[in-house]
């Protein structure tokens, strides 16, 4: 294929993206299909000669759409929500077509002086003070990773990068339960190492409790280990927990202890002012994550680490060999140096045409409704006969459950079978819950309705 022909099929390609967005209202939200269905299908073989275009966007047309799991369908109510507004898929379009590397200044200035720029609009529309800077990653996983080894950093002098981990003092992390998963991944991989992060008890509210995590700290210096750092969590995965973010950093700050913040879903409804008392005294924070690819609308992948002082994360991941020194150039900022990858894409334009295009008000029309809707369905689900509300809406996530754990899995089974919606579990203080997460960048009052009322017909009552 060359460029004129990318032209035509991409035109095509266009105009079956917006008749498949038309039509999902029509498809089942989760794949109904069997493990291997797809890969069945598949020669095992790669053709040798290049094969006619027309085949090949048959067979897309044949063996994908039907095989996926629509996470742009407006009743995807699981997991947390990976939106792509129109906007920032047509400026992932045009990265694409440029397809620059943003590794350094001159490597793409427009994408690094936009990046900077963005993360300036990011850190206002969610209310963070000035002083903070940042970058985007891929993911908050890889934002978490690149606080943690910092931390690490941090503690040890910066001497673990050169001289390994071997020998040195045993590391505390801490976080509360409630944390993502990508807390332990960091804790595996910087090497802390899984035992050394201390997952400290939560109260009533869930979130982790300050006396416990002072109590903690000082058991441990006492001990003799050295603490390097603790990670809070504002909006968890499995029910929506915020630690309480103040309070917290006063015992870190107290310990000298680096703190960064988790917001990787709940961050983006921090546009609306009135919800920002949730993570009350973020200010105080080192590093702070939250994925605008999640809830605000950038395309997958966009996650956006606001940072007190870069100066320890450069320190810490940066390096300079001699192939990639720009001469006359070190003052300018090198992105590469703040993150874990080389490489990384143009995903500052995402933002830069998801903000203007729906402006910062629009977005947050967005995001009040979803809460609203998500208190809504969650009243009607609590007036139906044997249903209960595990936890309460924390903004629009929210879980229920039958009495019977085996009552609740099998509804689970019979909601996504039956398509029409899409919700997933998770454990609350080792209960069997349903996880409803109302986010969908298009979803409608409607469709967040569809919920109580798919539970009551597959119920029967
Ligand atoms: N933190 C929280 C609170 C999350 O909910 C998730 C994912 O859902 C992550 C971190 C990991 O996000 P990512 O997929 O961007 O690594």
Redesign the pocket.
């Given at each position: 294929m060359n460029h004129d022909e990318l032209n035509i099929w991409s035109k095509r390609a266009a105009d079956w993206a917006r008749d498949y967005h038309a039509g999902l209202r029509d498809r089942p939200v989760r794949a109904p299909l069997v493990p291997g269905q797809v890969a069945s299908a598949l020669p095992a073989t790669p053709p040798d000669g290049p094969e006619p275009m027309e085949a090949i966007w048959d067979d897309f047309t044949r063996l994908v759409p039907d095989a996926m799991t629509h996470w742009q369908h407006p009743r995807f109510f699981a997991?947390?929500p990976a939106n792509a507004a129109p906007a920032s898929m047509l400026a992932a379009q045009l990265a694409n077509a440029m397809a620059a590397q943003g590794m350094l200044w001159q490597t793409s200035p427009a994408a690094t002086e936009m990046e900077q720029v963005m993360i300036g609009w990011l850190a206002q529309a969610v209310g963070l003070p000035e002083g903070f800077t940042g970058t985007l990653h891929?993911?908050?996983?890889?934002?978490?990773l690149s606080a943690v080894l910092t931390m690490r950093e941090q503690a040890l002098g910066h001497e673990g990068l050169v001289k390994g981990l071997s020998g040195m003092p045993r590391l505390r992390l801490y976080a509360s339960a409630e944390?993502?998963s990508?807390v332990d991944k960091a804790a595996r991989l910087s090497g802390i190492g899984q035992e050394n992060l201390v997952k400290v008890p939560t109260d009533t509210s869930l979130s982790m409790d300050p006396a416990l995590l002072d109590a903690a700290i000082r058991a441990d210096l006492a001990a003799g280990f050295r603490p390097c750092g603790v990670v809070l969590?504002a909006?968890?995965?499995s029910v929506g927990a915020f630690d309480r973010i103040g309070a917290c950093i006063a015992v870190a700050k107290a310990h000298g202890l680096p703190v960064h913040v988790?917001?990787?879903?709940?961050g983006s409804a921090m546009i609306c002012p009135e919800f920002r008392p949730l993570w009350a005294g973020v200010e105080g924070a080192d590093s702070v994550?939250f994925?605008p690819?999640?809830w605000l609308g950038a395309q997958f992948?966009c996650?956006v680490q606001f940072l007190r002082d870069p100066g320890p994360q450069v320190r810490t991941l940066g390096l300079r060999p001699a192939y990639l020194e720009t001469a006359g150039r070190e003052e300018i900022v090198n992105f590469n140096e703040w993150t874990v990858p080389l490489g990384r894409p143009f995903r500052a334009l995402k933002l830069w045409f998801l903000i203007r295009a729906y402006g910062l008000e629009g977005l947050r029309a967005r995001i009040r409704n979803h809460v609203a809707w998500a208190v809504e369905a969650c009243n009607a689900l609590r007036a139906q006969p044997g249903v209960e509300i595990v936890t309460e809406p924390s903004l629009s996530l929210f879980t229920f459950a039958l009495a019977e754990e085996a009552a609740t899995a099998a509804l689970l089974e019979a909601i996504n079978d039956d398509g029409r919606i899409y919700l997933t579990p998770t454990r609350h203080r080792g209960r069997l819950v349903i996880r409803v997460q109302v986010g969908q960048f298009d979803c409608t009052r409607t469709d967040v309705m569809e919920i109580p009322a798919t539970v009551a017909r597959l119920r029967g009552v």
């Amino acid at each position: 294929m060359n460029h004129d022909e990318l032209n035509i099929w991409s035109k095509r390609a266009a105009d079956w993206a917006r008749d498949y967005h038309a039509g999902l209202r029509d498809r089942p939200v989760r794949a109904p299909l069997v493990p291997g269905q797809v890969a069945s299908a598949l020669p095992a073989t790669p053709p040798d000669g290049p094969e006619p275009m027309e085949a090949i966007w048959d067979d897309f047309t044949r063996l994908v759409p039907d095989a996926m799991t629509h996470w742009q369908h407006p009743r995807f109510f699981a997991y947390f929500p990976a939106n792509a507004a129109p906007a920032s898929m047509l400026a992932a379009q045009l990265a694409n077509a440029m397809a620059a590397q943003g590794m350094l200044w001159q490597t793409s200035p427009a994408a690094t002086e936009m990046e900077q720029v963005m993360i300036g609009w990011l850190a206002q529309a969610v209310g963070l003070p000035e002083g903070f800077t940042g970058t985007l990653h891929d993911s908050a996983t890889t934002a978490t990773l690149s606080a943690v080894l910092t931390m690490r950093e941090q503690a040890l002098g910066h001497e673990g990068l050169v001289k390994g981990l071997s020998g040195m003092p045993r590391l505390r992390l801490y976080a509360s339960a409630e944390t993502h998963s990508s807390v332990d991944k960091a804790a595996r991989l910087s090497g802390i190492g899984q035992e050394n992060l201390v997952k400290v008890p939560t109260d009533t509210s869930l979130s982790m409790d300050p006396a416990l995590l002072d109590a903690a700290i000082r058991a441990d210096l006492a001990a003799g280990f050295r603490p390097c750092g603790v990670v809070l969590c504002a909006g968890g995965t499995s029910v929506g927990a915020f630690d309480r973010i103040g309070a917290c950093i006063a015992v870190a700050k107290a310990h000298g202890l680096p703190v960064h913040v988790d917001a990787a879903w709940a961050g983006s409804a921090m546009i609306c002012p009135e919800f920002r008392p949730l993570w009350a005294g973020v200010e105080g924070a080192d590093s702070v994550i939250f994925n605008p690819h999640k809830w605000l609308g950038a395309q997958f992948d966009c996650a956006v680490q606001f940072l007190r002082d870069p100066g320890p994360q450069v320190r810490t991941l940066g390096l300079r060999p001699a192939y990639l020194e720009t001469a006359g150039r070190e003052e300018i900022v090198n992105f590469n140096e703040w993150t874990v990858p080389l490489g990384r894409p143009f995903r500052a334009l995402k933002l830069w045409f998801l903000i203007r295009a729906y402006g910062l008000e629009g977005l947050r029309a967005r995001i009040r409704n979803h809460v609203a809707w998500a208190v809504e369905a969650c009243n009607a689900l609590r007036a139906q006969p044997g249903v209960e509300i595990v936890t309460e809406p924390s903004l629009s996530l929210f879980t229920f459950a039958l009495a019977e754990e085996a009552a609740t899995a099998a509804l689970l089974e019979a909601i996504n079978d039956d398509g029409r919606i899409y919700l997933t579990p998770t454990r609350h203080r080792g209960r069997l819950v349903i996880r409803v997460q109302v986010g969908q960048f298009d979803c409608t009052r409607t469709d967040v309705m569809e919920i109580p009322a798919t539970v009551a017909r597959l119920r029967g009552v």
